[in-house]
Every structure is written in C-alpha cells, then in structure tokens.
C-alpha cells in the first residue's frame, strides 16, 4: 500500500466491516468523511476524536494538538481534554522531549484545552518520533449538525484558504532547497502559516448557524475532503475550481515541487455545508473574527465534479497525499 492513509475502499473492506460489536450510546461511529466519535449524555454529547502525526518532523508538538482539535470542532464542539501519547526511537534526547512538550503545551493554552494524560515511551518500533493525540469534546445534542436536512442547492464553502498546512510542513522541511529557489522571505512566509492551523474558532461558530455539515481537510486536501463529505451525506457536489482561495506562496511551492495544491494536505481550512441565509449569517460572524470564508459550490442529488474553464470533471477518491511526494522528492 502506498504511504499515507489507508485508502477509504480498504477501510470500507477490512477496517469497518470488521467493527461489529454496537452500543446505542454511540450516535457516531466509524464512516468516512466523519471526523469523530459522538456519545450520548442525555442532553450533552461526548465528541471523540484522535490522529497521529506521521508526516511532520518539524513542530510536531503543536501539531497533534491542533490536528484532534479540529476534528472535534467538525460537531461544534468545543475541545476540553487531550490524551498524548508519544513514540520516541532510541536516538531522542530529553530536549527534543522536552520542546516537543513545551510545543504542545502552549497550543493546548492557546485553545484552552487542558492535557489530561496519555502515555510517553521510547521505542525501537519507530524511526522517529510519532505522536497520536486523542481530544475529547463538549456539546449539546440540540446543536449537532444535521446531515439528514441537507438539500440540493445549499452552499459548499471552506474557511481560509487550501494547502495551509501543507504549505508550512513543506517549507520547514525543506527550507534550504526551496529558500535558494524561491528566497528566504518566500520560505518564512510559508513556514509562519502554522498559525492558521487551527479550525477551531470556526467550527464554534459555524455551529450556532445551524451548519448542516463540517469536515476538516486533512489528508487528501480539498478534493478528498468534499470526495469524502459527498459519502458521508450521500449528496452530490458541484464545485467551481477558480472559486477555490488558494495563497500565491502555496502556488508558487506546488509549482515548484509539481504536486496537485487541490490534494495536498490542509488542515487551518475547513469545508462547511450550510443553507444559503444562514451562510450570509455566518459569513458576517466569521468576517468579525477575522476568519475569511468562500462559497466555492452547491451541493446536488448525485456525483461530486469539479467545473475548470467550463468543462466538467469528476472528484476521484483521495489517495496519497502530495506532501509524500514532495518529501520523497527531496529525500
């Protein structure tokens, strides 16, 4: 298999197929395009939510707070508590442990949201260091989005711009290739839109204007995730490409590296399905807090395509994301 997430018709095969054993207070369990778990309190839900990181070096503390962060915020839900565990090979020092932390902790504080334990071992299983964080979140059941009431013509919108994260990892990890080719003022701008990461604050938000719909756009980027949105709702979706917000740095890197920006990884960005009215609603809520949105399609009964200069083409599933490839690239 190639590297990167295991691809959805494996999971549908031989992940899910093979989860039998159900509980009622479980509303949410495993599916693709869902980010997380919801359990059943009365009026609260529990939302559940865990990711490792694999294909980062650089800044890997604050990224495993981030990445579960988001997909809590999927629900609405504000994150409270995250589990950490950290897989350290032979070779780490206490230092690398202890940036690794001090990382983390500080966007735990950024998000108000409290490391509650997790486990921390070093390991010859790994050849460097692996993190997987587990976030668990809050929210009344009332507010959940509701896929069921999504209908042809709602508004398929993301929140800031594509290939944010993919962007930053790609420029810290190579930042001496790129900086002799693209400049150093280029590569710090690139490396500093970590601090769009987190989707938080929108998913928060998108949750009190009734969003029908949230997904983090992780691996696979954005044509992954609205691939995986269209299953998870089982509607179409029809997206007009030149609408899509794009930042000229992480143009400029895809053009260098020749990798796909609309596969590449993209957490700090998120796709939200909402009604029209409510969209103009949140749309000035956003604005207000400094959180661009775009409207970039509609949604419709069946297919997921992509309009380019006026022809028509079909969303693929995701399969590897183009940040390996990059990487590899350079490796």
Known sequence: MEIGKVPNEVLEKIVFSTIKYKRKEVLVSSAIGEDNGIIDFGEDVCVVSTDPITGATKDIGSLSIHISCNDVSTSGAEPIAVLLTILCPPKTTE????QIMEDASLAAAELNVEIMGGHTEVTDAVNKVVISTTVI???KKDKLPDHASIKAGDKVAITKYIGIEGSSIIAKELEK???EILGPDKVSQAKSLDKYLSVVKEGI????YKAKYM????EGGVYGALWEASIATKKGILIHEDKIPILDITKDICQLLKIDPYRLISSGSMVIIIGDEDFNRLSTDLKANGINITAIGEITENGVYYVRNEAKYEILPPGSDELYRALSNFS
């Open 205 to 208: 938000i998108a949750g009190k």
């Open 95 to 98: 230092e690398e442990l202890q």
């Open 137 to 139: 979140g809050m929210q």
């Open 215 to 218: 997904h983090d756009i992780t």
């Open 177 to 179: 290739q790129l900086s």
